[in-house]
């Protein structure tokens, strides 16, 4: 009887997963591919191939709390690799999404702060300001000081920028995220 309902848990746990924009997430194989190509697996708790397998074995508290979810830079380089087209990228941003909406702070603490400050950085300006996104993340994970030496050899080499950039398109941009909104409900 718990088999079923072990089973049962972990089939609601994959259609959510799938339901939350990751439709092919049962057709993984556990080829390793995806894992081979990601450029952060080394810093995961857990690689994108066995995410994917939490998924489908159901170990929602294990996958929603892994620091995995939040380091996945979103290249889609795994995406790419797989020949199942089960698409791991999309699979971490379903976890993303269903963690963020259920308040589950997993072991990378600071990872849903720095996706909210990133998201509302490009929907104000219409693309990423890098010094406003750092230093509101600093001061709100606390961080205050974080790579503050950096800064001015940045600055130097004109690889930041004090004020914001210009964006001609930022109605566009705006109309994309109103549009995200209306289809997904609250962005973050």
Not at 35 to 40: H, L, R, S
Not at 80 to 99: E, G, H, K, N, W
Request: charged share 20%; glycine share 8%.
């Amino acid at each position: 009887m718990s088999l079923q309902l072990s089973q049962s848990r972990a089939n609601q746990f994959m259609r959510q997963v799938q339901q939350r924009g990751a439709p092919k997430v049962n057709l993984c194989y556990q080829c390793g591919k995806c894992t081979a190509g990601c450029p952060v697996a080394y810093a995961m708790d857990y690689p994108p191939n066995q995410i994917v397998r939490g998924v489908q074995l159901g170990m929602r508290d294990v996958v929603l709390s892994s620091r995995s979810i939040w380091l996945c830079s979103a290249c889609e380089t795994c995406s790419t690799r797989c020949p199942q087209s089960a698409d791991p990228a999309a699979v971490m941003d379903a976890l993303r999404r269903i963690a963020y909406a259920e308040g589950i702070r997993g072991a990378e603490r600071d990872g849903p702060l720095f996706h909210r400050i990133f998201l509302t950085s490009v929907r104000q300006l219409g693309r990423l300001f890098e010094a406003g996104m750092i230093g509101f993340y600093n001061v709100l994970s606390g961080h205050y000081l974080k790579d503050i030496t950096m800064a001015p050899k940045l600055l130097l080499k004109g690889k930041l920028s004090v004020l914001p950039p210009g964006n001609r398109n930022i109605r566009e941009v705006k109309r994309m995220f109103a549009k995200a909104e209306e289809l997904e409900g609250n962005l973050p």
